[in-house]
């Protein structure tokens, strides 16, 4: 199975300040076949279901704001958030879709500093 | 407009089976997989199995052996079934149709205790 990684597990935020969270997967992520990595970024607020921000890695979702930027490839990816919001606290998830069993990161809690 | 929503009990005593229910409307089980996801109080979200448009499915390889998801295609639901629960197995469960889209539904608390 794929085991993912995310750190930090939890970090301190102000509003407007710039976030990056690291997700590593224990194996390639990119199919060479389309070029395209297998990644997927979520977001989980308290008491909701997972929302899909991001998925291969870096194509936001429709109506996603442009501050959530996806990066990397192969083995190690990034989420980043410009200039985080209060309503940006919350759990993100990175989970991959390469190959089944589908598998989630521990997550990435966001609270405020 | 899709939607999902899952159903069964509340609570299970241990060594029982869980018996679950997603109800789906807006899409056809032939044309979208639907996922089993399950995350314990506190904790992170496990991808628990996926039954594909074609009625294949495919498992969490630490809850295979006791996992089993099915459908009725004609009813639009999709089955949960998991044996021998645990307290580990306490969780919010829920039901998703990812890739494409991204719907999921409310989830359902189940919890196991005598």
Redesign the interface.
Known sequence: ?IVMTQTPSSQAVSAGEKVTMSCKSSQSLLYSENKKNYL?W?Q?KPGQ????LI?WASTR?SGVPDRFIGSGSGTDFTLTISSVQAEDLA?Y?C?Q?YD????????TKLELK | QVQLKESGPGLVQPSQTLSLTCTVSGFSLTSYHV?W?RQPPGK????M??IWTGGST????LLKSRLSISRDISKSQVFLKMNSLQTEDTATY?C?S??PG?Y????VMVTVSS
């Not at chain 1, 089944?100 to 997550?107: C, D, M, S």
Request: hydrophobic residues 30%.
């Open positions: 199975d997927a979520y989980q279901s997972p929302k899909l998925s979702e759990v998830y989970e879709y089944t069993p589908w598998t989630f990161g521990g997550g | 996922s996801v992170g979200l496990e991808w199995g996926v495919a498992y969490n390889s829920y998703a990812l890739r991204d999921w539904g409310q989830g």
